[in-house]
């Protein structure tokens, strides 16, 4: 394959946007060489500017669960956009995406939209803080949730994968009040509620970890979660942001049999386009401005155009559930991977660790020859196949993908494995 086109683009982009990219993800930090520039997506493929196909299992960083450019997606954000894009006032459409969500995931009993999961999660914290009075939050090493100051400490996804999981720039009064611990540690938990347990206004973790590659919470990890801050009343948050509408229509707390007190989404819930969410119990969303104290504003928030493909998503996935199908062709893409290196998946979020152990938290995570998986990566995108460009990311599959998709990648897979 050549990317003439890519370098060139690469070359400009980097004159005028720091590291040529809009989000370090995108940089191929993690893989060498420079990023790939796309003209356009279609189905289960990527097009780049070289006009080289690709099998895409990157999938936007996850909102893409339909494929590029869907048709209802398309339909519904082209008859928006007639009406025009922003009004800086309430539409209905915000009423029926809320309406939906809220069935879809009935631990959220009010929803307030905002434009990323970084603002999400950002807003949940401090929703958390303004109702329980309390200031110490808990995160998980390797979890990521966006970069929100007091929470960038730690924070896997880009930020593990170019070696800044404390950024320069966050002061250490607004992390002071973050407890980071290890995800699966019970007894560590337990500790810090012993320590700080009246202190603690909640807890936010991935409840199915995709930023530090897939890593599947133990049982006992959940239920202490949930019993630890019931007991010590603080709030359990479930960022949802990547498992939303993901991992089931009801995301990983309908599979967990789960009831957060918070939740936080992104990604499906727009379709595509820039939507975050954060919802949950009517009592704690009540404090949130103008119907209580707790400050969140933004211009386009509940933007009609993002509503309307979050809208047209979430309906295709209620009306043609694609769960099935997902976890038929996981399941087909793990054992085919498996035989080369430990695979870690639940549903459509997969990862393949180069780690002879398994991967349970951040510091197995980071033992993973990173150097392998980006020959691996390489290797697979001069084959035609896209993966998330990094060891401490998770894969997407898509409904539009084929038994014929994941056997081609299967055999590419393996002349990869062979070649690197
Ligand atoms: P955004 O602000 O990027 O919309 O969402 C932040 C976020 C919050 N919570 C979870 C669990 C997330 O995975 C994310 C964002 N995910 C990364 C990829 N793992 C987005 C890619 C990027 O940063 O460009």
Redesign the pocket.
């Known amino acids: 394959m050549q990317h003439t086109n890519s370098i060139n683009a690469f070359a400009k982009a980097c004159q005028l946007i720091p590291g040529g990219v809009n989000?370090?993800?995108?940089a191929f930090g993690g893989v060498g060489g420079q990023p790939i520039f796309i003209a356009r997506g279609e189905g289960p493929y990527l097009f780049d500017v070289d006009g080289n196909r690709y099998l895409d299992y990157c999938g936007s960083?996850?909102p893409l669960i339909l494929g590029h450019a869907h048709p209802r997606v398309v339909q519904a954000v082209t008859q928006a956009m007639t009406r025009g894009a922003s009004f800086g006032a309430p539409t209905e459409l915000e009423t029926q995406l809320a309406e939906l969500v809220t069935q879809l995931m009935p631990s959220i009993e009010m929803v307030r939209m905002v434009t990323?999961?970084?603002?999400?999660?950002m807003s949940a914290i401090r929703l958390a803080r303004g109702f329980t009075g309390r200031d110490v939050v808990i995160k998980f090493a390797g979890?990521?949730?966006?970069?929100v100051d007091s929470l960038l400490v730690s924070a896997?996804?880009?930020a593990t994968t170019l070696g800044v999981p404390t950024s320069p720039g966050v002061p250490k009064g607004c992390t002071k009040d973050t407890l980071v611990l290890r995800y699966n540690d019970v007894a560590g938990l337990e500790e810090a509620f012993k320590a700080h347990g009246d202190k603690i206004a909640g807890v936010i973790l991935?409840p199915v970890v995709?930023?530090m590659g897939l890593v599947v919470p133990a049982k006992e990890f959940l239920s202490s979660l949930r019993s630890l801050t019931q007991q010590h009343g603080a709030l359990l948050i479930y960022?949802?942001?990547?498992?939303g509408f993901r991992l089931a229509l009801g995301g990983a707390q309908q599979l967990q049999n789960m009831k957060p007190d918070l939740t936080?989404l992104?990604?499906i819930v727009g379709g595509g386009l820039?939507v975050?969410a954060y919802g949950g119990r009517a009592d704690i969303m009540k404090k949130v401005m103008p119907a209580g104290p707790v400050f969140q504003a933004g211009t386009l928030s509940g933007n009609p155009l993002a509503m309307a493909a979050g809208l047209a998503t979430l309906q295709e996935l209620r009306d043609r559930p694609t769960y099935a199908h997902l976890e038929k062709l996981g399941a087909m893409l793990e054992a085919g991977l498996n035989v080369h290196h430990r695979v870690q998946r639940v549903g459509s979020m997969w990862t393949m660790f180069f780690n002879a152990e398994p991967v349970v938290d951040y510091d197995t995570a980071k033992k993973s020859d990173t150097a392998k998986f980006g020959r691996f990566f390489w290797a697979m995108l001069e084959r035609g196949i896209y993966l998330?460009c990094s060891q401490f990311?998770?894969a997407f599959l898509m409904s539009v993908h084929t038994e014929e998709h994941v056997k081609q990648t299967l055999a590419a897979a393996k002349e990869a494995l062979a070649a690197i």
């Open positions: 989000s370090p993800a995108r960083w996850g990323s999961g970084t603002e999400a999660s979890c990521y949730h966006g970069h896997g996804s880009s991935e995709g930023n960022d949802e942001v990547m498992t936080v992104g990604k820039p975050g998330p990311e998770a």
